[in-house]
């Protein structure tokens, strides 16, 4: 009974040591996002997508709370590989050196898979969306008169959940890597994980079709591309499974 209390006090002094470690990286990159905000503001407002908004601000708060999200941004980007590391090491006692070393694998895939979503909703997605929503508000003779907070507000709201999407394919091989899902069992809840990422897809866009359509779309075609990839690696360990029984 000792040996237990000992073993959970220890598990969460660990767990203690890994969550302040990554405290204290998030503010750090926190600070810097501060400092490198208005280059990075710059650098969003040269971009074509924001040249006929008028940065107008609407309140005394906008301009520190377009500061904090430029912040966030930064923060959540470079704190998220750190954090998976940690979260390694966190596990790898209880793993398999194999278990271990497939784990450890997927730290670069999962960062390079969000900053690819983050690209991806920041150079496509979102253009497209403020394009049709400009598009609508002059067929019915609106004036657009927007503030940075609104413009800033759409786009953080729209590119770190995509980007957290976006690890879909990384986490489902990495459950087939486990032997905790597979192909066959994927295809099986194919339904309901339809309804699921609807129900994402509708939640992080703005509230009209064609933004809930081009949001839901990349999000069907990953859940298919972790199918593939769930089969690949499921026939690739059968594979090695029968060459260790032969030899």
Avoid at 13 to 38: D, M, N, Q, W, Y
Avoid at 182 to 208: C, N
């Amino acid at each position: 009974m000792e040996e237990q209390e000992y073993t959970l006090v220890e598990h969460l002094t660990e767990l203690r040591k890994r969550l302040i470690i990554v405290s204290v990286i998030f503010l750090v990159t926190l600070i810097i996002g501060f400092l490198f905000a208005p280059d990075i503001l710059q650098f969003l407002k040269g971009q074509e997508v924001a040249q006929r908004v008028e940065w107008n601000v609407f309140g005394y708060t906008d301009g520190i709370q377009i500061y904090v999200k430029c912040a966030l941004l930064v923060a959540i980007c470079f704190t998220l590989p750190i954090g998976m590391h940690q979260l390694w090491i966190f596990m790898k006692p209880g793993l398999t050196n194999k278990e271990a070393n497939v784990a450890v694998t997927f730290i670069p895939v999962a960062f390079f898979l969000f900053i690819l979503g983050v690209t991806f909703s920041y150079f496509i997605i979102f253009p497209l969306m403020l394009n049709f929503m400009s598009n609508i508000n002059a067929s019915i003779g609106a004036v657009e008169t927007y503030g940075m907070n609104q413009y800033f507000t759409l786009m953080f709201n729209l590119l770190i959940p995509i980007g957290i999407v976006f690890e879909l394919p990384v986490v489902i091989l990495f459950l087939t890597r486990l032997g905790i899902v597979t192909p066959e069992r994927l295809r099986k809840m194919r339904k309901v994980a339809y309804f699921i990422l609807v129900v994402v897809g509708v939640m992080i866009s703005p509230p009209d079709f064609v933004s809930d359509f081009l949001i839901i779309i990349p999000l069907l075609l990953l859940f298919e591309i972790s199918i593939i990839v769930s089969e690949k690696a499921y026939r690739r360990q059968l594979k090695n499974a029968e060459t260790q029984e032969s030899s």
